[in-house]
Structures are given as structure tokens and as C-alpha cells.
């Protein structure tokens, strides 16, 4: 409950014409990709747009081969709706882009909050609590493909942050809810017939 509050909290800023707001906007256009380094650039903006397809590619793989439904699937799939629903209610403007793409980037949807984020942190949490050993790597290409959004231009800071909050709330739920039905014994219902003599 602590965590949707503040994920609600959060989801205000958009609105807010005040020091948070002139803040997150400033640290947005600071952290913005300035087209000084070619290779840079290339490498961030395909690493943006390439994170989707390694999550849903990995996570529906992963799905195909097992019988049951996986937590990094379920979480990656289900996060889209929140994404959708908070976009297209807050309908938050994308940011006034400086930096100029030198791949194909597309910008169709409302900014708030960041989808990629969201979908990214859902995918990465479920895989670092199934595999902590994992749980370092999953951090940093979490932080990368949030820095990838901002540095391309396509979101604010607190676009990327409240997708974090929501992907990880969704892996978080999905990994519990999970847990939760293996832990609990499976018994095969035994039908019980009495026929009358």
C-alpha cells in the first residue's frame, strides 16, 4: 500500500508547475543526449529501442517452454495494461526533444509514465527474484534502459522513475502471487460415487 501511495504521489508531478516540476525538467534536458558523440548516440538509442524486444523475446521464449505460466511473462504481458490506462489518463506531453535522432524514433504515445521503463523493471524484477544471483545485472540494465529513454529525448526523469515503481510493483505482485500458489499443496480432487443397493 506504502508503495502505490507513493507511486500516486509521484504521478502528481506531471501537474505541478512548481520546483519538483522545473527540477525534473532541467535534469531531463541535462541528461538528454547533446549528438557530440556519434557512437554514443547509436548505441543508446538502440539499446531504446532494442529493450522491448529482448523482454517480450526473452520472457515469451522462456514461456514456450514450460507448461506453466512464468512470473516474467505474466508480469511483462500485464504491466502493459497499467501503462496504457496511466498514459492515456494523465496524457502527460513528451518533452520538447533537443536531441536530434539519427535512428528512427518514434513518439506516439503520451509521456507519463515511461512504458519501456515499466515493462523493462516488471521483466528484470521477476528474473532477479527467480535468480538472485542475477539481481546485479538485472539493476543495471534496469538504470541503462531508463537513461536510454531521457537520453534520446522520449521522457521525463519522473516518466522513467514512476515506470520503474510500476514495473517493479507488478514484478513484486507477480512473484509473490507466484510463490504463494507453489508453496500451497496440490490435491487432486477424488470424485465419490454411492450407488444405493
Known sequence: MKILTVFLLFSSIPFTQNKIS???????????????????DIAMESFALATPVIEFGSS???????????????????????IVLSKYAFKRKRPVRQYNPRIWNSRFTPSFPSGHAAT????????????????????????????????VGNHYVSDVIAGWMLGWLTGMSFHSIFEANQNQLIRNPVLKITIPL
Open 22 to 40: 522545473q527540477t525534473d525538467h532541467s535534469l531531463s534536458s541535462y541528461l538528454e543526449g547533446k549528438n557530440n558523440f556519434p557512437l554514443i
Open 60 to 82: 515469451g521464449l522462456n514461456q514456450i517452454t514450460n507448461d506453466k505460466l512464468i512470473p516474467s511473462f505474466a508480469a511483462t504481458m500485464v504491466v502493459q495494461m497499467p
Open 120 to 151: 523493462t523493471a516488471a521483466w528484470a524484477t521477476s528474473l532477479a527474484l527467480a535468480s538472485p544471483k542475477n539481481t546485479s545485472f538485472m539493476m543495471g540494465y534496469t538504470l541503462l534502459s531508463g537513461y536510454s529513454q531521457v537520453y
